[in-house]
């Protein structure tokens, strides 16, 4: 019996884990499932950059140098696509594969194999959409918001945009499925719903909405594959449709949607503020609800992304102040992220330095976003580089620095070695800095009256373009730092214990650095989840 | 840091508005037109009011977090109060303040909102149709129809490497061979409608801009000032196709007796010809 248990314990050292290329192709392992989301999301963030410096170079000066307009159009759409769709919902599907288990104490996701489908669709999905820039008529042209009769004129890539959406989709809900029930179903005894760490609630919520608003948007490319097809007229007048119901059906999901690219990132800053501040998170149910109130009022703000097309004046109305209503919560995860850092004791490590530009630039973002909400001022900056500038400053120095923050939060986790923190802090730095010179001034091209997705302008908007543009490269130049951490860290490192973070708590942290290849094969007690648990 | 000097950025941007107006250069262009119209005057006046509110809201946000950077290290030996976690007093006020500025902004919004709304009592009807890739206009009452297309000059030096300086065409991609004409100080009212796909009417200063959707009709009105004759400029605002950064709109507002002249004119040398041609294809 005592050898038969000894022989379990070697076998448990072994871990399983499989060799070779069967490890990652039949993966049901979450990490290294997570792996490969992320490699992946990495991967398709330097092609979108790469789509973006090529837009960037096109506008450097007024008048076409480099490429024909359809081409710029067709550079513009598949930049959004393959940043929203391939960069950052995979990363966070990543990131929720590594640390979903570990902080809620479970040995794995709880479908193992949906998981390893989830992930595999995407390869193909992308595959598939980035290819169509090689057939007759090139990539979809009409911007990703494939507004109709438009995106109805696209050539051979129609049916490829289309097959691709829906792969995608599918993809997302498969991935939100698991991590709804894993959260539901895995948690250790005693990680009650109001222990949970934030990014453990915040993608719990974000999963809801995808599962929510996912099908919508099959929907919408559905019916358009239809019209384009089977002579159907959802989105034709002349048939007794109407191309309006498609933005309409489009932003209902598209709303939400901008929410699933950042909750997750306000879940990410609401773990590190506080470890840096060595002091827990101000608020922690007042978060809790903001999120379940911003997920709630992303349902009902949808037309505010179409106050042009003509509604009437009760309904520009009910959606510039539900509109306006998203700043209430988003306010209070503001004003508590100020609250958690007042009195701590803070240092300034990467994962610190990349939340702290979240929460400026994140707000700078939010307060454009409040400009936009207001119905007569929005006719004036509708379609124009204002929006540009509004949105990127919510993805880029939101998300996608949200998302950086929380990869140098955790990668000494993954990986057993401290990165080179001066070279992130170099990173850091540049990417703040250029991400301004990139971006600020498109509002003010906005304002001035520079309509976004056009290759080309007129004079006046001709030095801000290139300020802009010096700002993007730059800042695409700056990213090539972060594989290069990641992969010298994966490589070497001081190798650090348990907490990478003097002031980190969670159960992420009570386990080794690299933790085992499955996370917790037997349920943290009560002791050590209390101890994760620092509010 | 880099924020503190973003703030001082977006408050230069502020004061340099004035005199940014009518500037060619490029740098001295940093905010949104006052117009020639009594609503794009009320919509800039909003557009300033939320920008003054959201930089006040700055100040105050970003000071706090600033100061708590500066103040707060553990490099200068701050220990952190642990106990600090929670405090309903501090989080009714941070939740009901932002509700009353809200409120306060809504108000004046609404109110604004309501007069664009109102297409009641206009005195001149056009009807504006956009297509892959210009612009028809109609004068519905006096049956002069005529399309509006990107200048010679500027379609010239806008050709892939064409080898022509922007910079040497005036008004580059803002110029049309015939501008829309219309009268000032009278309530024109524009029919705008889409032929192919979505495109959107945008002029600034009239501060006007609404979407031409194929199928459907929408209206959208202005009223340039008596004192405020002269070229405006603006471009389609929704991406329509290859060319969409290629449609400009130009409006010459011309004082009543030039207009009436005008359009008599027009009229005249629109009768013998057969009623508007179908939009052309190859443009």
């Known amino acids: 019996m005592a050898e038969h248990l000894a022989h379990d314990a070697a076998h448990d050292d072994h871990d399983h884990k499989p060799h070779g290329w069967r490890r990652w192709v039949y993966s049901t392992n979450h990490k290294d499932i997570g792996t490969m989301y992320l490699i992946f999301a990495c991967t398709m963030f330097f092609i979108g950059g790469g789509a973006a410096m090529l837009i960037r170079l096109e506008l450097f000066k007024p008048g076409l140098q480099f490429f024909d307009p359809q081409f710029f159009n067709s550079l513009t759409t598949m930049h959004a696509l393959i940043m929203i769709f391939g960069a950052i919902m995979p990363g966070w599907t990543g990131l929720a594969n590594w640390m979903i288990p570990m902080q809620v104490g479970a040995p794995d996701m709880a479908l193992p194999r949906l998981n390893n489908f989830s992930f595999w669709i995407l390869p193909f999905a992308f595959t598939l959409l980035i290819s169509s820039f090689f057939v007759p008529g090139g990539a979809p042209a009409g911007g990703w918001t494939m507004y109709p009769p438009l995106t109805l004129q696209t050539g051979a890539s129609f049916p490829m945009l289309i097959f691709s959406i829906h792969l995608m989709g599918a993809s997302s809900i498969l991935g939100a499925i698991n991590v709804v029930v894993t959260i539901m179903n895995m948690r250790a005894p005693g990680m009650t719903l109001l222990r949970m760490p934030l990014f453990v609630w915040t993608w719990l919520i974000t999963a809801y909405l995808l599962i929510a608003v996912m099908p919508v948007l099959a929907g919408a490319v559905t019916m358009m594959l239809t019209d384009h097809y089977f002579g159907t007229t959802f989105f034709t007048a002349a048939g007794g449709g109407d191309p309006v119901m498609f933005q309409h059906i489009f932003w209902f999901f598209g709303h939400p949607e901008v929410y699933i690219l950042v909750l997750p990132a306000f879940g990410i800053v609401s773990e590190i503020i506080p470890t840096f501040s060595r002091k827990p998170l101000f608020g922690y149910e007042a978060m809790v609800y903001a999120v379940a109130s911003i997920a709630f009022l992303s349902f009902i703000v949808w037309a505010h992304h179409m106050f042009t097309v003509g509604m009437p004046l009760a309904a520009q109305l009910f959606f510039m102040l539900s509109t306006m209503l998203i700043a209430v919560p988003t306010g209070v995860k503001v004003f508590n992220w100020t609250a958690t850092m007042w009195k701590g004791s803070l240092s300034f490590e990467p994962p610190m330095l990349f939340a ?16 936009l909400a207001i119905v007569p001022a929005d006719y ?20 996608i620095f949200g998302m950086m923050a929380g990869v140098y939060y955790w990668l000494p986790k993954w990986t057993g070695h401290m990165y080179d923190l001066k070279l992130a802090t170099w990173h850091f730095w540049l990417s703040a800095i250029f991400v301004n010179v990139l971006f600020f001034p498109q509002h003010f091209l906005g304002l001035a009256g520079m309509p976004r997705r056009i290759p080309d302008y007129a004079v006046q908007f001709a030095d801000w373009n290139m300020v ?14 972060f594989p290069y951490i990641i992969w010298k860290c994966v490589r070497g490192g001081v190798r650090i214990g348990n907490k990478a973070w ?4 969670g159960l992420e942290w009570e386990l080794p650095s690299p933790p085992p290849f499955h996370s917790w094969t037997s349920p943290p007690s009560e002791a050590v989840i209390a101890r994760g648990a620092a509010h | 840091m880099i924020r503190a000097k973003l703030m001082s950025l ?7 508005l004035a005199p940014a107006a009518h500037a060619e250069s490029g740098w001295g262009e940093l905010n949104l037109t006052q117009g020639v119209t009594d609503i794009s005057r009320k919509i800039y006046d909003l557009h300033m009011l939320i920008f003054w509110v959201c930089v006040v809201i700055g100040i105050v946000v970003f000071g706090v977090m600033i100061w708590s950077i500066v103040t707060f290290r553990k490099s200068k030996g701050a220990v952190p109060d642990t106990t600090m976690v929670h405090n309903t007093k501090v989080e009714v006020v941070w939740t009901v303040i932002p509700v009353m500025i809200l409120v306060a902004m809504a108000v004046p919004a609404a109110r604004t909102l309501v007069e664009i709304e109102d297409t009641s009592k206009t005195e001149l009807s056009i009807k504006v149709t956009g297509f892959q890739w210009g612009w028809n206009y109609d004068y519905l009452d006096d049956g002069v129809s005529y399309y509006s297309h990107l200048d010679r000059a500027s379609n010239a030096a806008r050709e892939l490497d064409s080898g022509i300086d922007p910079h040497t065409v005036e008004h580059y991609l803002l110029n049309v061979d015939q501008p829309l004409v219309v009268p000032v100080d009278t309530k024109v009212r524009l029919l705008i409608t889409g032929a192919d796909v979505i495109h959107s009417w945008w002029v600034p200063a009239f501060g006007v801009k609404k979407d031409a959707i194929p199928g459907f009709v929408n209206e959208a009105w202005f009223k340039v000032d008596t004192d405020k004759p002269g070229l405006y400029r603006g471009q389609c605002a929704e991406l329509c196709g290859r060319d969409h950064g290629f449609m400009p709109i130009v409006v010459d507002v011309r004082s009543k007796a030039d207009f009436a002249a005008w359009l008599k004119d027009k009229a005249t040398q629109q009768k013998p010809a057969a009623p508007p041609a179908p939009a052309p294809n190859a443009s």
């Not at chain 1, 004036?380 to 998300?399: E, I, K, R, S």
């Open chain 1, 356 to 371: 702290l530009a979240f929460l400026f630039l994140f707000t700078i973002g939010g307060f454009s976003g409040l400009m």
């Open chain 1, 380 to 399: 004036q900056y509708q379609d124009t580089y204002f929006v540009v500038a509004h949105f990127h400053y919510v993805l880029v120095p939101g998300t």
């Open chain 1, 468 to 481: 802009s543009s010096l700002g993007g490269f730059g800042f695409g130049l700056s990213q090539l730092l």
């Open chain 1, 502 to 505: 003097e002031g980190a708590h």
């Open chain 2, 10 to 16: 977006a408050l230069a941007a502020a004061a340099a």
